[in-house]
């Protein structure tokens, strides 16, 4: 009996875990273009513009595949 009451009691404490658990994001997400996304184009636009909601930091590679060199 007293491992039922352990079983069940993990599981509604996973389940309200679950049920508060806030939406993690580590992306940010598009906010507009030029050109218009879907627009279509006669010739090859000379600059295209991305906006994203927050801003966008370019880190260093991590990791190394050799290079040429290997």
Same mark, same amino acid.
Not at 1 to 16: E, K, N, V
Not at 35 to 53: A, D, K, W
């Given at each position: ?16 875990v679950l049920a508060?658990?806030? %939406? ?7 906010? $507009?273009?030029? #050109?218009?996304? =879907? *627009?279509?184009? &006669?010739?090859?636009?000379?600059? %295209? ?7 966008? $930091?370019?880190? #260093?590679?991590? =990791? *190394?595949?050799? &290079?040429?060199?290997?």
């Open positions: 009996m007293t491992l039922r009451r352990l079983a069940l009691a993990s599981m509604a404490g996973i389940g309200i508060f658990a806030g %939406v993690a994001s580590a992306h940010s997400g598009f906010a $507009s273009g030029v #050109p218009e996304p =879907g *627009s279509g184009l &006669g010739t090859t636009p000379g600059v %295209v513009v991305l906006r994203f909601y927050r801003p966008i $930091s370019i880190l #260093p590679p991590v =990791g *190394s595949n050799g &290079g040429a060199n290997g």
